[in-house]
């Protein structure tokens, strides 16, 4: 069955320094991978998404992932946070079931940013 | 733009109580999905829907029933509502059975059965 391990709970930055959100998944096929937003009070937004292709993927808000198969990586970067990056961050793997498909979510990485 | 919206943001009702929280998307999507979220364990799903009347049971399906009569709507029943059952709920939708369709997410609902 497929997995996905986000190591970090929590974590604070200072505004303007770079963040990586670190994302390791388990799934025997070709993993297609997610990150999501969900900002407080709100729902879960897209961030980008990978199936194939070029490893480093770039999404909304200026964010950016990277595709590492050797390590089982999908780890989330931004060069530089902003206040408004503060929210929880989700990475998940979508896999095939019943004739359908779902998606695994990890347990989520809480960003705080400091001003 | 997709727009997936819940019928209530906080509802609070009682031990034993049957309770309807409702979810509805305008982009005929046929895909659409229930997940608890709660701190420390991230989404897990209860029931997801591929078509009307068709559904599939999740990871934690227990204590949960669902029904879809119609495309844009994806009703999560709560038969004998129980305080372990005290969490954020969210619905999700899709516009086909791709692995690759992005889920649309509601802005979800906060129960508190006491």
């Known amino acids: 069955a497929q997995s996905v391990t986000q190591p970090d709970i929590h974590i604070t930055v200072s505004e303007g320094a770079s963040l990586e959100l670190r994302c390791n998944y388990s799934?025997?096929?070709?993993?297609?991978l997610f990150w999501y937003v969900q900002s407080p009070g709100q729902g879960l937004q897209l961030l980008l998404k990978?199936?194939?292709?070029?490893?480093l993927v770039q999404g909304i808000k200026g964010f950016e992932a990277e595709f590492k198969r050797s390590q089982s990586s999908f780890n989330l970067r931004k060069p530089s946070v902003h206040w408004s990056d503060a929210a929880e961050y989700f990475c998940?793997?979508?896999?095939?079931?019943?004739?359908?498909?779902?998606?695994?979510f990890g347990k989520g990485t809480k960003l705080s940013v400091i001003p | 733009d997709v727009k997936v919206t819940q019928s209530s943001r906080y509802l609070v009702k009682r031990t034993g109580e049957k309770v309807f929280l409702e979810c509805v998307q305008d982009?005929?999507?046929?895909?659409m999905f229930w997940y608890r979220q709660d701190p420390g364990l991230g989404l897990r799903l209860i029931y997801f829907?591929?078509?009307?009347?068709?559904?599939e049971k999740g990871d934690i399906p227990e204590g949960y029933s669902v029904s879809r009569e119609k495309k844009e709507r994806f009703s999560l029943i709560l038969e004998s509502a129980s305080t372990n059952q005290t969490s954020m709920y969210l619905c999700?939708?899709?516009?086909?059975?791709?692995?690759?369709?992005?889920?649309?997410f509601g802005p979800g609902t906060r129960l508190t059965v006491t």
């Open positions: 799934y025997g096929a070709t993993p297609y």
């Open positions: 982009m005929d999507h046929e895909n």
């Open positions: 990978y199936f194939s292709g070029d490893t």
């Open positions: 999700a939708s899709s516009l086909r059975q791709g692995l690759k369709d992005e889920q649309y």
């Open positions: 998940a793997v979508a896999a095939a079931r019943a004739g359908s498909y779902q998606l695994t």
């Open positions: 829907s591929y078509d009307v009347k068709m559904k």
